[in-house]
């Protein structure tokens, strides 16, 4: 069984930083595509970033590109998200999710494990 726990949400101004964790156990994470998406109350899951299984590629909705840097740690099975330039619209709880098999995908429906979630608050 696949468990992630994220870590790292919290209030911020707009204009600041925050670094999402994510903790994967029970899996060969090696092997996984790893992806974080963010849901706004009352709105979809919408994709966010995505990266590899070898860590070689990266992919970014195009909102965040140049201000979000998805990488991960194999050493201790995490996948982070460094935030930067945050703006209120990036509020959102923010879900790291596992692909077991393929390539990065953008859509929810690709990715096979959620975590709980981690609330992210920009103010203005």
């Known amino acids: 069984q696949v468990q992630l726990v994220e870590s790292g949400g919290g209030l911020v101004q707009a204009g600041g930083s925050l670094r999402l964790s994510c903790a994967v156990s029970g899996s060969i994470f090696s092997t996984y595509t790893m992806g974080w998406f963010s849901q706004a109350p009352a709105k979809e899951r919408d994709f966010v970033a995505a990266?590899?299984?070898?860590?070689?590629?990266?992919y970014y909705t195009d909102s965040v590109k140049g201000r979000f840097t998805i990488s991960r740690d194999f050493a201790s099975n995490t996948v982070y998200l460094q935030m930067t330039s945050l703006k209120p619209e990036d509020t959102a709880v923010y879900y790291c999710?596992?692909?077991?098999?393929?390539?990065?995908?953008?859509?929810?429906?690709?990715?096979?494990?959620w975590g709980q979630g981690t609330q992210v608050t920009v103010s203005s």
């Open positions: 999710a596992v692909r077991r098999y393929g390539t990065i995908r953008s859509s929810p429906g690709e990715y096979d494990y």
């Open positions: 990266i590899s299984w070898s860590g070689g590629s990266t």
